[in-house]
């Protein structure tokens, strides 16, 4: 099939696929295209970038997008001068063009060296979100064709004075500045276009179709990708150019300063940018075309004609997605593009439209309406008046959150900056910080939490915008082109009816109770129903251009949704708008369609296969399958988390509804759903219905583990576990096949009833060896009930099913890891020594307590080192033989030993050089006998043996332990044969329990008390907990050892997060039950109630039992069965806080095994010091519940705390698993490595190019990407970029924000990085206002006791002390002063440098004796931590010095005024006032951070080096192409001599 066959084949089947849709965010439609000169257009609007809203977004612009692209830079020079436009020149790598990438060549992985690859880190990008796909030449790809397409990036740069409206965004979740000359100023914008090989939506998948406009649509192709795997096979491989990164593009990408300005303005006026690779590949298959882009002047009914920069390879379609953006012609959306009377094609691209050149004129022509474009346009303008409502934020949907951070920035920092340098240095700003984050303050507001955002006060454009009721028209008004009808109330209260007709609307003269269809006089017949209401309402039309004006300026990252929902758990009052296109969502598409697709379910288990089996063997194919996994993974969260909602609140109807209720099962949307109940007596044996529901979170470990070891060839269920309203719903994708057949004849592997009957299979045995090395898990053999020997590589429950599609599954993965034996007494097993000194073994709830697979890691490791050791000990031991029996041997070198010896250094004199020397040697020695190599003599051989013995391992030739996860397992028998295997393992499994006890809970303490793990809430420290696989049932455990730690005063912070962390849990595990007796029309009443007794300190809260509860029980009786809850359901009014409060002790005492005596909340909260507002917020944390935003009093005797009101909604809590983007990740810990090492340069490109990589997968918003843009801003600030730098850690708050939460302690130390590097840009009221804000949640998360409290009053103090605030900075200096003091102890450095800080102060108020006392105590530290002649003492001593001649010159000044009275001689005092500078200095050594300075000379060598490339490059194009060696070898002499500090990033404030 021809290339234009193939073309028009697939834009036809995507058109009757996938219907367009409305698109709601602000800016989301991005084209290539670049605003318009602001003479034509009134004033700039933002380009949006469509993702995934695109009616057709599965219709991707061409393979040639890359090309050309150099010629736009040419186009910007010709641009007016504020207009000037960056654009990145991708790289037309695809395989039909195969160009060179400029790539760190450090860390790639090896499969990169060969192949057609995409340039990864375009340099002229900060941090593109390159996203190419190999495709056949210029076909346009829809979601079933062959591939995907390349996308262009352009950045439009204006100059730094503020301008209206001028953000722009862009496309695919990438925000970034665009190029070094307007830090942080420009967003990129970038082709709509997208990838959907797999029918995955757009690369980065900004489709997140909620993000998309309230429904995207996406392509669903399942075997698409499939097909375009194999077609890229049979293409020639191209030999690729790998080229080091320039080290000039530090200027450009963001790494390096910004006086780069002149040097790139000539680099780039031969035209080429550097990263334009697309020509670089051989001559016949590279079809770059040499069109350069042009403007088209645009002309839309109502507005002036303006120009448009369009590149040859976009479609007509993105015009229109500009358009609909575009500030003056949002409101359009039926229309076509026709250049002299001809209709453009959407989906043909500019190049081929017959007589599209410059300065053509593009007309745009109202189209008639259908019902599918009327309903469009309705929703495409509701979406325009709600794009600042945060309600959806509140309410927990589409994946939105909340960000906060522009109210204290007031708006974006970038703009900001510019307009705050022009001032005075020192404008007047008011520093004083609101009465409750002063150091001592008691009170915790709640309301500060959620400041009101000026924004959100919603212009009201209209009051009522919905369907009339009297839609559909009837059948002869629709003859008359009636296609439905609106109901509008106006904000001035008239009412109107309007017919939306082919021909536009118009106002029709029905009322609510008569239907009169006939036009009104006059009628107002408008194509736009925006320019309708403009002429009925004068509001409207005044708020609604506002509205339009706030929506383009607002920062991408606050608008773009999340991969996964993030809920709040407080919200303020907001008052139910109508809306038309909510309601009917939530009663049409939305109960058993996914929205986007008419008429048909995703098949979300073919779905998520799928793109598991997409091809993997270089980086593209594997960004492709990663990002495919990830969106399908998110998409599946979403839908699960629904359905689970759906159920529990009685929305679906089960498949066995003869059942009893716990017992019932549900099928929607192609999702699987169980309860988490024990049913048929499953789980009798290992702890009934508490077994039942901890087992799907252990099985969603296990799928997480699977998954992450990713072989070929065996396939997990997509699986979710959702709490909520009390119930555990286990989400699951369904087998193919699995519903027709019994379970008994389907399970091929593993056994139904955990070990009576068991099968095996040697397909499975081979996929599950693959898995058993990564998972330490051993192969072993167990009996069945015919005492037949069955060979297994997973646990027994482990099942194996063949689907209907030939898929070999494994399922119900709950015992992956081993037993945890401290939790599991067995009859006459003996637990060692150190587990009974702690109480263990302790019966527990259930008998499903395993092992966490990091600390199964970690044990390996361990015995590993002790492996090497032994082996070590014994090879010397023998050679210190061998020397005595062979002295003639100077070397200590036997010959028959010499294989393995010939390494050893001959520095044998120290001792600790023979144990490393040692360790090496063991490490040979145990390869080459692993290899089985005959050469090792028989000594060594015994050496490796014992050393294997002696820890375990299951070889004898080699290192290597696993664990039979089978041991201890009820039921489960072994054969004789393999007893002494099985003893062997049980003496392991008993190991590595007492491991955790003696190494992982005291490392954990350890590390809390080196303040290397800073957990400031429940979740961090069970984070911390996790990472050393430490389960969260040790929490009592972890308690005890801090108490029994000496210094634990020093450990104040862990133990009362582990209080309140402790007690939340145990309150959570009540509250799990109380709910389920719940009614619905009860659960508010009972959750207010449940808070009461647990919180306030009222002493006989009364619940408010529902009205109608009480009229009829026999009405009850017969309910019963349909409620989920067989109690009474008004049991839950009984509960008193002295009955909780037992309840929570008891529960703490049995599951953690810790006593606390507590009878009321206020006993808790004075006994341990906690906080009840952090523990409301924990346990709302933990439970879903939402409630109302505002001043709580907890401690009214007189009434209770909570009413019903307060409680607003109750969440689900959802538990998934996180598919990773593993390229990324290794570029990312590269980038660390070498940053460490003092490379800052390369580090900051690796790390760019794992920030390319992470957007590539993730899309814009994910927590991994937010670290990386931490470590980029940090980076930044510390090679002097400051603005930089702001920009980084400006996008890495709002992120942190969205994607972790606005308290997250995470997002409170984002804040604080953003305020220093806002302090270095001068912006100090700012940076102030940070702190502030980043002090008050850390309050109300934790308290002032914490260590972080102490840099966080550290850096307010010396931010005060700049502005001259004296007696402001003394209180949070001393406060940090304090706090220091008792965390880090009295002689540590950190309090010697406090010191120095207070001092500084007192010096400036010129109270020279108290700056000398506090002085002399730094210099006493440091005399005696240091020594005398360390330059710190010194340099404290010279200030001692100085400061007594101060004081010394006062107190003479003071007496000469005494003695003279008012005609003294007075000699004037030396005040200093604190500069900038040095401020800077000490919050920058407070900080951690070190910096290396960056001479002009370095700049000027740097620019000349950006030119010389360039021209480099030039000459290389035009002559023949050299061989990347020779390539390779130029880049490393011309590599000029950077600074680069070889020093670690971060010391310890010494």
């Known amino acids: 099939m021809g290339n234009s066959a193939a073309m028009s084949c697939c834009r036809r089947v995507t058109e009757l696929l996938f219907p367009a849709r409305g698109c709601s965010l602000p800016h989301e439609r991005s084209p290539l295209l670049l605003k318009a000169p602001p003479s034509a257009a009134g004033p700039a609007d933002a380009l949006g970038a469509s993702w995934g809203s695109v009616p057709f977004p599965d219709v991707i612009p061409?393979?040639?997008?890359?090309?050309?692209?150099?010629?736009?830079?040419?186009?910007?020079?010709?641009?007016?001068?504020?207009?000037?436009?960056?654009?990145?020149?991708?790289?037309?790598?695809?395989?039909?063009?195969?160009?060179?990438?400029?790539?760190?060549?450090?860390?790639?992985?090896?499969?990169?060296?060969?192949?057609?690859?995409?340039?990864?880190?375009?340099?002229?990008?900060?941090?593109?979100?390159?996203?190419?796909?190999?495709?056949?030449?210029?076909?346009?790809?829809?979601?079933?064709?062959?591939?995907?397409?390349?996308?262009?990036?352009?950045?439009?740069?204006?100059?730094?004075?503020?301008?209206?409206?001028?953000?722009?965004?862009?496309?695919?979740?990438?925000?970034?500045?665009?190029?070094?000359?307007s830090p942080g100023t420009a967003q990129s914008v970038r082709t709509g276009g997208a990838l959907r090989g797999h029918g995955v939506a757009a690369p980065s998948a900004l489709g997140w179709e909620k993000a998309a406009g309230r429904g995207a649509v996406r392509s669903r192709n399942p075997r698409a990708a499939v097909q375009q795997s194999k077609q890229q096979k049979r293409r020639k491989k191209k030999k690729l150019l790998l080229l080091e990164h320039p080290p000039g593009v530090a200027l450009v990408n963001g790494s390096g300063p910004h006086e780069s300005l002149k040097g790139e303005k000539d680099a780039r006026q031969n035209g080429h940018e550097e990263a334009d690779a697309g020509e670089d590949g051989n001559d016949q298959e590279v079809i770059v075309i040499q069109d350069t882009g042009f403007t088209v002047k645009i002309c839309a009914p109502g507005i002036e004609p303006f120009s448009l920069q369009v590149s040859p390879q976009e479609m007509v379609q993105e015009i229109h997605q500009v358009l609909m953006d575009r500030e003056d012609t949002c409101h359009r959306t039926c229309f076509s593009l026709q250049l002299d009377g001809n209709v453009l094609d959407n989906f043909a691209e500019l190049k081929t439209i017959e007589g599209l050149q410059e300065g053509s004129l593009l007309k745009v022509v109202e189209e008639p309406y259908t019902v599918r474009e009327a309903r469009i346009h309705v929703r495409h303008i509701r979406d325009l008046l709600k794009s600042l409502d945060p309600s959806d934020a509140f309410n927990g949907v589409d994946c939105n959150s909340l960000s906060f951070l522009s109210v204290f920035t007031e708006g974006d920092l970038g703009d900001s900056g510019k307009r705050k340098k022009k001032g005075t240095e020192m404008e007047q700003i008011d520093c004083t910080p609101p009465e409750h984050i002063l150091p001592g303050s008691k009170e915790r507001p709640l309301c500060a939490l959620q400041p009101q955002n000026r924004d959100w006060k919603p212009l009201q454009c209209l009051k009522v915008l919905t369907m009339s009721g009297w839609n559909p028209p009837p059948g002869n008004r629709k003859m008359h082109g009636d296609l439905m009808y609106l109901y509008v109330i106006t904000v001035e209260d008239r009412h109107v009816s309007i017919t939306a007709?082919?021909?536009?609307?118009?106002?029709?003269?029905?009322?609510?109770?008569?239907?009169?269809?006939?036009?009104?006089?006059?009628?107002?017949?408008?194509?736009?129903?925006?320019?309708?209401?403009?002429?009925?309402?004068?509001?409207?039309?005044?708020?609604?251009?506002?509205?339009?004006?706030?929506?383009v300026q607002r920062h991408p990252f606050e608008r773009i949704a999340t991969p996964f929902q993030v809920y709040s758990w407080t919200a303020p009052q907001a008052e139910h708008a109508m809306d038309c296109v909510r309601a009917e969502d939530a009663y049409t598409s939305r109960l058993g369609y996914e929205e986007h697709i008419p008429g048909q379910t995703r098949d979300w288990n073919e779905e998520l296969q799928t793109t598991r089996e997409l091809p993997r063997k270089n980086l593209p194919e594997r960004l492709l399958r990663e990002r495919a996994i990830f969106k399908v993974h998110s998409d599946f969260t979403a839908a699960a988390t629904r359905g689970a909602m759906a159920v529990i609140d009685g929305n679906v109807m089960a498949i066995n509804p003869s059942e009893e209720t716990k017992m019932q099962m549900f099928i929607w949307n192609n999702i699987f759903f169980s309860l988490g109940f024990d049913v048929r007596d499953h789980y009798k044996d290992f702890g009934g219905d508490v077994a039942a529901y901890v087992a799907p979170t252990n099985d969603l470990n296990g799928v997480r583990t699977y998954n992450a070891v990713d072989v070929e060839g065996l396939y997990t269920l997509g699986t979710v576990v959702v709490d909520y309203r009390g119930y555990r719903v286990t989400a699951q994708s369904i087998i193919p096949g699995i519903l027709e057949r019994e379970q008994e004849q389907s399970v091929i592997y593993g056994s139904i009833d955990f070990g009576k009957t068991v099968v095996s299979h040697p397909k499975y045995l081979e996929l599950l060896e693959k898995t058993s090395r990564p998972l330490k898990i051993q192969k072993h053999k167990v009996l069945n009930d015919k005492n037949e020997e069955v060979e297994l590589c997973s646990s027994v429950e482990c099942k194996g099913i063949i689907g209907n599609d030939g898929r070999h599954y494994i399922l119900d993965l709950l015992r992956t890891f081993p037993p945890d034996l401290n939790f599991l007494p067995v009859e006459g097993e003996e637990m060692p020594e150190e587990c009974k000194k702690m109480g263990f073994p302790k019966q527990h709830r259930h008998k499903l307590c395993c092992l966490r697979q990091e600390l199964v890691d970690a044990f390996v490791e361990h015995r590993y080192l002790l492996f090497m050791k032994l082996a070590a000990l014994q090879l010397m031991q023998q050679k210190a033989n061998k020397q005595e029996s062979s002295a003639a041997l100077e070397n200590g070198t036997s010959p028959e030993n010499g294989a393995a010896e010939s390494e050893k250094s001959e520095s044998d004199d120290g001792k600790t050089d023979d144990n490393v020397t040692g360790l090496d040697q063991v490490k040979e020695l145990a390869e080459t006998i692993a290899s089985d190599d005959g050469a090792v003599d028989p000594k060594s051989r015994e050496v490796i043996r014992n050393a294997c013995k002696a820890v375990g391992s299951i070889s004898d030739t080699s290192f290597d332990i696993r664990f039979n996860p089978d041991i201890f397992s009820p039921g489960v028998r072994f054969p004789e044969s393999s007893k002494e295997e099985v003893q062997d393992q049980k003496q392991l499994l008993k190991d590595a329990a007492a491991f955790l006890l003696s190494c992982q809970i005291p490392g954990l303490v350890k590390d809390c008390l080196d303040h290397t793990v800073l957990p400031m809430d429940g979740a961090t420290l069970a984070e911390a907990m996790h990472q050393r696989g430490i389960n969260m049932r040790y929490l009592g455990k972890v308690i005890h050892f801090i108490t029994k730690t000496p210094g634990h005063a020093q450990l104040d912070h862990i133990f009362k997060i582990g209080i309140s962390e402790l007690i939340t849990r145990s309150a959570k595990h009540i509250f799990k039950t109380y709910l389920q007796g719940v009614e619905l029309s009860g659960l508010s009443a009972a959750i207010s109630h449940f808070l009461n007794c647990f919180l306030s300190s009222f002493p006989n809260p009364i619940a408010h039992l529902p009205a109608d509860e009480l009229v009829s029980k026999k009405k009850n009786k017969k309910r019963k069965n349909r409620n989920l809850g067989n109690a009474d359901n008004t049991a839950w009014a009984s509960m008193t806080p002295q009955e909780l409060w037992k309840n929570i002790c008891s529960e703490a005492k049995s599951y953690f095994d810790f006593s606390i005596e507590c009878e009321n909340a206020d006993q808790a909260a004075e006994m341990y010091n906690l906080q009840k507002i952090t523990l409301l917020r924990e346990i709302s944390l933990k439970t879903g519940v939402q409630i109302l935003l505002k001043e709580y009093n907890f401690d009214n005797r007189h009434k209770p705390t909570f009413t019903e009101e307060d409680i607003l909604n109750i969440f689900p809590v959802v538990k998934h698993v996180n598919p990773k983007a593993s390229d990324a990740f290794h570029f990312f810990q590269s980038g660390q490595a070498k940053v460490q090492q003092g490379f800052l340069k390369e580090g900051c490109e690796l790390i760019n190019e794992a920030l390319n990589l992470f957007n590539n997968v993730y899309g814009a918003m994910h927590v991994e990407i937010c670290a990386c843009l931490r470590l980029l801003a940090r980076l930044n600030y510390i090679m002097g970029d400051y603005s930089e730098a702001l920009s980084n850690q400006q996008k890495a708050v709002l992120m942190s924000e969205r994607v972790l939460g606005i308290e997250h302690p995470n997002t409170i130390q984002e804040y604080m990085h953003l305020a220093l590097y806002c302090f270095a840009n001068s912006q100090l009221s700012i940076a102030l206002n940070l702190l502030y804000r980043a002090r008050y949640l850390m309050l109300l998360v934790f308290g002032e006791d914490h260590p972080e409290m102490a840099l966080l009053d550290n850096n307010i103090g010396l931010v005060l002390h700049g502005v001259m605030e004296y007696d402001l900075s003394l209180r949070f200096l001393e406060n940090a002063l304090a706090i220091s003091s008792k965390y880090h102890g009295s002689k540590s450095l950190k309090v010697a440098l406090s010191h120095h800080l207070v001092a500084r102060v007192y010096e400036s108020k010129a109270e020279f004796r108290s700056a000398l006392q506090h002085e002399k105590e730094g210099y006493t530290i440091y005399k005696n931590q240091l020594g005398e002649h360390h330059e710190k003492t010194k340099e404290s001593s010279e200030y001692l010095k100085y400061l007594t001649q101060q004081a010394v010159a006062l107190q003479r000044t003071m007496n000469e005024i005494y003695k003279n009275g008012s005609n003294a001689n007075i000699m004037p005092l030396k005040f200093t006032a604190p500069n900038m500078t040095s401020v800077l200095e000490q919050l920058n050594i407070i900080n951690g951070i070190l910096f290396i300075p960056l001479s002009q000379k370095d700049l000027e060598n740097l620019k000349a080096e950006v030119q010389r490339r360039q021209q480099l490059q030039e000459s290389m194009k035009s002559g023949e192409q050299l061989e990347p060696e020779d390539r390779a070898g130029e880049d490393k002499e011309a590599e000029p001599s950077m600074p680069s500090a070889a020093i670690p990033l971060t010391q310890s404030p010494a």
């Open 62 to 181: 061409s393979a040639a997008a890359g090309g050309g692209l150099q010629e736009r830079l040419e186009r910007a020079q010709a641009l007016p001068e504020g207009e000037a436009a960056v654009a990145a020149a991708c790289g037309d790598s695809c395989s039909g063009a195969g160009g060179a990438a400029p790539l760190p060549a450090a860390v790639l992985p090896a499969d990169l060296e060969e192949g057609p690859l995409e340039p990864l880190g375009c340099a002229v990008l900060p941090a593109a979100c390159q996203r190419h796909v190999k495709h056949e030449d210029g076909a346009v790809a829809c979601g079933a064709g062959p591939g995907a397409a390349c996308e262009v990036l352009t950045c439009s740069v204006r100059p730094a004075g503020p301008r209206p409206g001028a953000a722009s965004l862009l496309g695919d979740g990438s925000p970034r500045a665009a190029s070094s000359e």
């Open 501 to 551: 007709s082919t021909r536009g609307f118009y106002l029709n003269q029905s009322t609510a109770y008569n239907f009169n269809p006939k036009p009104a006089n006059p009628s107002f017949l408008s194509h736009s129903l925006v320019e309708l209401l403009n002429q009925i309402s004068p509001t409207f039309k005044k708020n609604f251009s506002a509205l339009q004006k706030k929506r």
